[in-house]
């Protein structure tokens, strides 16, 4: 009896450990039956000539072309390649689709879209791109297609979801340009939140919270102003009023959070090198795989390194194009407004202006849903009036009947006409002239180039307001709040070879101007690089790539003098006072301080303000890029030790004062990092806390797809960026997304670098083979200059006969 157990269990033990080996080798054999080959030769029809395609070690492809449309169209067909399944949910979120492949969990996403338009208005925009732009489109969506209808495997995602792509259309590749611009505008998510503020602490509250310059901030160009200056503003009378209950975040499997990015350029009198030495990180939300597809475009009229959307034809966020380079940072600039329609009592589809009621264009949509059954219908209803769409259906936070205005809803809004013109500009003048066209997006635009140049553009289509600012809904019945026009782009901040010899962006103000109306800019990034800037008269390239590393908190340097005043009597906090003195003030991975002191900040701005706005309120700030917002507002008033927000209006009795706020916090602080962490302060080390876990849009249900977690220094204020979720302490969430060095003394050094990896099917080498170089703050050689010399050729063949 024991012998046959004994064979019993062998042969169950070698029957497990086979089921296993063939478990795993299916598994293997799954996931990697979609990775493309880098090497031989691919026949496909549509193209007109030979196309080469040299790929480095990091999947970054180099494509060579002889004339335009084979360039966009194998640029088409090589992102797919890699990026189908990302293309597919970045046009589908556009359309408003996302549901007919995800199901229920993206209906709000879904009607969300519809209700905006952006798809609608992508193909307004196709019909009235330039010539050369339609051109790219049309080829590039060739291109996509060309994978579509070859591809053998696809991408796993699609066999997992019992789904496959359609057909690509041009005005798919227009909606991600839409998508980019929508998500840098900032004004769409900070309006709301001050209405909501209005709701609930009242206009007087509201008041002292609108945007503050302090005095001498750091601009990018021109003279600094000697006096803070703040938003003024009248309010009208009453108004109506929203939910105040907590703003349930939108599900949605592309990124839409903006955040803080920087670009800094030292013209050739500051450098070593005696050229121009240009850096540029956008900072946005992680994802796999990652927003940015690294690539090299080579034609007649093209020779473009940088980042590009997938989906998208030409180089997007960063780039350099043999003459020039560029890189984008979030402009914050105030172009949405919001207002209030008044509906006729006697008919629904009609609104209230000074010559009587007109009719709301009306649109009727049908959002598909996919069930286990097929697909369930929510037939939705789109109005628009004269001021835009109605979006307080869509978007939380509003009063009802409130209706958008975004520049970009209105028509043309050119953003991807005007960067393909920047991929072509061979001097300052022409990229300007390529970003005139540009209505939608509010961003910095940093440049430098061969001849020695360096300048910037600010770009943001000002409205010009009948009645000023309008930092919340307004009436939009008498039209006395309407825009009569925007400011001419020749108006907009703009500098070229400054004396100083630099300019650098974190957001902050790019000049000094009376039309930023509702703009919360950020200095303490800029402070910072000031201090850096002037440690030396000349830099060397590595000297630059420090600089784009550091984590050095400006903010840490205003508040530790404030701590150590105010705590000076707490013998109980002695210990963590005296940590906080002796800190060199770096968010290093190896600083127990960097981690208090992330937590006191986090407890100040709740403890702060969360009586008079609110808990729900304090939580949204604390969400996306808003966490800076608390902060303007700690650092407007803590000169003075008492006053309007000190005071915690729940202890009627007590007066509490700044101090009071503090010694509160370090304490809540504390007694934080002590229960999650214990009492060893080096449990509490930056790098052991602050980790970033970078998923995939399944990742929810395939957690085996997510990637990380990793350690990271920085924190939201640092110029070396790692933005951390306040619900889920010290969670990153957002930091360099994509970064490029440019020394033009020498193009041959220039690196570049996009976390995980440049390709989405997991398994591939280059799913996350760039993921721990980045957390190092590490970037690759671009290879812009001998990508000739690459090993890795497959070719792009038109048929044989064609």
């Not at 790929?55 to 002889?66: L, N, S």
């Not at 975040?249 to 670009?263: C, E, K, T, V």
């Not at 850096?279 to 009229?301: C, N, Q, R, T, V």
Request: include cysteine.
């Amino acid at each position: 009896m024991r012998q046959q157990s004994r064979r019993w269990m062998k042969i169950t033990g070698i029957a497990i450990l086979s089921i296993m080996v063939l478990a795993t080798a299916a598994f293997q054999i799954f996931f990697r039956l979609p990775i493309p080959s880098y090497t031989g030769s691919i026949d496909l029809p549509g193209l007109k000539k030979p196309v080469e395609v040299k790929t480095d070690k990091h999947a970054i492809p180099h494509i060579f072309a002889k004339n335009h449309e084979d360039l966009f169209f194998a640029q088409g067909y090589i992102t797919a390649r890699e990026r189908m399944f990302q293309m597919d949910l970045t046009r589908l979120a556009g359309r408003g689709e996302l549901s007919e492949l995800l199901g229920e969990k993206t209906v709000r996403t879904d009607r969300y879209f519809r209700t905006l338009g952006l798809y609608r208005a992508a193909e307004s925009e196709y019909e009235h791109l330039t010539p050369e732009a339609k051109m790219a489109v049309d080829a590039y969506t060739r291109g996509v297609n060309a994978y579509i209808s070859t591809v053998k495997h696809l991408p796993r995602e699609y066999v997992i979801l019992g789904a496959k792509p359609q057909e690509w259309k041009p005005a798919d590749s227009i909606v991600g340009a839409l998508l980019m611009s929508y998500r840098l505008v900032s004004p769409r998510s900070i309006k709301p939140l001050l209405y909501q503020i209005s709701v609930h602490a009242g206009p007087e509250a509201l008041k002292k919270l609108l945007p503050w310059t302090p005095a001498f901030a750091p601009v990018i160009s021109g003279d600094l102003n000697p006096f803070p200056s703040a938003l003024e503003f009248n309010f009208p009378g009453s108004l109506p009023k929203a939910t105040e209950a907590a703003i349930v975040p939108m599900y949605s499997p592309i990124p839409l959070r903006m955040r803080a990015s920087n670009w800094m350029i030292l013209s050739g009198s500051r450098t070593t090198t005696e050229k121009p030495i240009f850096a540029g990180s956008p900072d946005l939300e992680a994802s796999i795989p990652s927003l940015f597809y690294m690539i090299h475009l080579k034609g007649p009229s093209y020779d473009v390194i940088g980042g590009s959307i997938a989906g998208m034809p030409g180089v997007h966020a960063l780039g350099f194009n043999g003459k020039m380079a560029w890189s984008i940072t979030v402009g914050n600039g105030d172009n949405v407004d919001f207002f209030i329609e008044t509906p006729n009592p006697d008919n629904d589809d009609q609104y209230l202006t000074e010559s009587g009621y007109k009719d709301f264009v009306v649109i009727n949509e049908t959002i598909r849903i996919k069930s286990k059954g097929g697909f369930n219908e929510e037939k939705i209803k789109i109005k628009i009036s004269r001021h835009g769409p109605v979006v307080s259906d869509v978007m939380q936070g509003l009063p009802d009947h409130c209706t958008m205005l975004w520049p970009a809803l209105m028509g043309r809004d050119g953003t991807l006409s005007g960067l393909l013109g920047v991929n072509r500009a061979s001097s300052f003048e022409e990229f300007r002239e390529a970003l005139s066209t540009i209505r939608g997006a509010s961003v910095h635009i940093g440049y430098a180039d061969v001849n020695g140049n360096i300048g910037y553009q600010y770009l943001t289509t000002f409205p010009m307001r009948k009645s000023g600012e309008n930092p919340l809904p307004m009436p939009g019945k008498s039209g006395r709040h309407d825009w009569t026009g925007f400011i001419p782009f020749e108006e907009h901040p703009f500098a070229l070879n400054p004396e100083k010899g630099y300019l650098a962006s974190f957001n902050q103000m790019p000049a000094v101007g009376n039309y930023y109306g509702t703009s919360y800019f950020l200095f303490e990034r800029a402070y910072r690089f000031e201090e850096l800037i002037r440690e030396k008269e000349k830099f060397t390239p590595d000297d630059v790539r420090r600089l784009q590393n550091d984590t050095g908190s400006h903010v840490a340097q205003i508040f530790i003098p404030l701590i150590s005043s105010a705590c000076s009597a707490e013998s109980s906090l002695a210990p963590h006072i005296a940590m906080l003195a002796k800190w060199d003030r770096f968010i290093g991975l190896g600083s127990p301080e960097a981690t208090l002191f992330n937590s006191f900040i986090t407890h100040l701005i709740r403890n702060t303000f969360e009586d008079q706005l609110g808990k729900h309120m304090v939580d949204e700030l604390f969400s996306d890029l808003h966490v800076s917002i608390p902060l303007q507002w700690l650092i407007r008033y803590m000169d003075a030790n008492t006053g309007f927000f000190w005071d915690d209006i729940r202890t009627e009795s007590t007066a509490e004062t700044r101090d009071d706020m503090i010694v509160k916090s370090m304490r809540d602080a504390v007694h934080e990092l002590q229960g999650r962490y214990g009492k060893n302060a080096d449990a509490w080390s930056w790098g052991k806390v602050h980790k970033m876990k970078i998923k995939h849009p399944l990742g929810s249900v395939l957690p085996f797809l997510n990637l990380g977690p990793y350690s990271y220094p920085g924190d939201d204020f640092t110029i070396h960026a790692g933005w951390w979720k306040r619900d889920n302490p010290f969670e990153m969430y957002s930091g360099a997304a994509i970064r490029i060095i440019v020394d033009m003394a020498d193009l041959s050094a220039m690196t570049i670098m996009s976390p995980p990896g440049q390709s989405g099917h997991f398994l591939s080498p280059h799913y996350s083979d760039l993921g721990k170089p980045w957390a190092r703050g590490e970037q690759v050689p671009a290879h812009y200059t001998s990508a000739k010399q690459l090993e890795n050729l497959l070719m792009l063949m038109p048929p044989h006969g064609q």
